[in-house]
């Protein structure tokens, strides 16, 4: 298929990557502060839908031919939680097929203060 399909050719492929079956997990998960979680991927691609395929998650890309499964991992440094997407991409379509939140557990994060005169000393 071109970038010069018809609507009901997108509409068509749209619908297919739907029916994409996913397995998407993160390990650890909750994550420390700043510590890295992997994310980790599986698709296994429609077997009607006859297409070159990318999976993309967090900048991360596996390319491969539709009927078939897609999968992969990538590492990542979490700062935050974080909702991450997997998107199944097609030469005229793209579709968010997943969703995963990582969440960072934010109780070992410790709090302290200091005093103002440090703040201020520092400016004169």
Not at 47 to 60: C, K, P
Not at 103 to 118: G, T
């Amino acid at each position: 298929m071109t970038g010069g399909a018809t609507n009901a050719e997108k509409e068509r492929v749209y619908e297919l990557l739907g029916f994409t079956q996913v397995t998407f997990s993160a390990n650890p998960s909750p994550v420390r502060p700043f510590g890295t979680t992997t994310l980790s991927w599986e698709a296994k691609l429609p077997t009607n839908l006859h297409s070159e395929i990318t999976i993309v998650v967090a900048g991360n890309e596996v390319h491969g031919i539709s009927p078939g499964t897609l999968s992969g991992s990538a590492t990542i440094t979490m700062d935050q939680t974080t909702l991450f997407g997997l998107t199944a991409k097609t030469p005229i379509v793209q579709r968010t097929i997943a969703v995963l939140t990582v969440p960072v557990n934010e109780s070992e994060c410790q709090r302290s203060s200091f005093p103002v005169q440090i703040l201020t000393a520092a400016s004169r």
